[in-house]
């Protein structure tokens, strides 16, 4: 992979870097595709407990890149949108990842950036960590990226970053619901790596459960087909070897198998 770096330690930890430092990790459309190709290798890699998505240098990734946007401008409507249906496509696949996803910001993130930040699960940010939605600076607005900062932020702070283009750091970005975590970055890595330790110690099924019941139960009135599925689900959860393992295993005050090498 060109302009990707990635990592699978022992632990099931998969370390993917944004590797375009000379233009601040910026996408264009072979970034894009082997984003697409990586995220669709991995998703049923059991192996994989947790994905770190990060960038490589100073910044997580800056957006467009200027050649790639100069080429999108001489293409026609068609070739536009079929470009953008391929940012989007990416995009939902890193957003259903069966297990748990962490974007480790460690500097600007514009644009399309944000748009991966949104996507994950957790986001945490160091000192360095910046964002800007800035589209309409150039007439163009946050499309693709806009399901996952609306649910990321809310829709009245997603007017916010969309309409006035503030470049916000990590306090406010933490404030608005951007970033999950912001510390020094003196402390960023071990910021990051206590939250592995959290995942680690979860039920690798019951995790990747987890994830899609709050897909399914977001946005939806509670009714009597909700009630019914989520009863559904936790009975399930229960008679699964491991939620017996786990709940054996915290009756008797010792380590379900899954923690026994954390």
């Given at each position: 992979m060109k302009n990707l770096i990635s990592?699978?330690?022992?632990?099931?930890?998969?370390?993917?870097?944004?590797?375009?430092?000379?233009?601040?990790?910026?996408?264009?459309e072979n970034l894009i595709e082997e984003l697409d190709n990586v995220l669709s290798d991995i998703s049923n890699?059991?192996?994989i407990r947790v994905l770190v998505l990060t960038g490589e240098g100073k910044a997580f990734s800056a957006g467009g890149d200027l050649d790639w946007m100069k080429r999108m401008a001489n293409?026609?409507?068609?070739?536009n949108h079929k470009d953008a249906m391929k940012l989007a496509v990416m995009l939902k696949k890193l957003d259903r990842l069966?297990?748990?996803?962490?974007?480790?910001?460690?500097?600007a993130a514009f644009?399309?950036?944000?748009?991966?930040?949104?996507a994950c699960d957790i986001a945490i940010g160091n000192e360095y960590a910046k964002f800007s939605l800035s589209e309409v600076r150039l007439g163009l607005i946050p499309a693709t990226i806009s399901p996952y900062v609306v649910r990321a932020v809310g829709s009245r702070n997603a007017r916010y970053l969309f309409m006035t283009s503030?470049?916000?750091?990590?306090?406010?970005?933490?404030?608005?619901?951007?970033?999950?975590h912001?510390?020094?970055n003196n402390n960023f890595d071990n910021l990051i790596e206590k939250n592995i330790e959290n995942i680690l110690k979860g039920g690798p099924e019951a995790i990747k459960a987890s994830k899609d019941l709050v897909f399914y139960v977001e946005d939806k009135k509670i009714d009597e087909t909700v009630m019914t599925e989520t009863a559904k689900r936790i009975a399930d959860a229960r008679?699964?070897?491991?939620?017996?393992?786990?709940?054996?295993?915290?009756?008797?005050?010792?380590?379900?198998?899954?923690?026994?090498?954390?």
């Open positions: 990592k699978l330690d022992d632990r099931g930890v998969y370390y993917l870097t944004l590797n375009r430092p000379n233009v601040m990790n910026a996408f264009d890699n059991q192996k293409l026609s409507y068609e070739e069966p297990f748990p996803t962490i974007a480790a910001v460690n500097g644009g399309g950036g944000v748009g991966l930040v949104s503030n470049l916000i750091f990590s306090e406010e970005a933490h404030h608005l619901g951007l970033l999950t912001h510390t020094l008679a699964t070897d491991e939620g017996k393992e786990g709940t054996n295993a915290f009756l008797n005050k010792i380590k379900p198998g899954w923690q026994k090498n954390d």
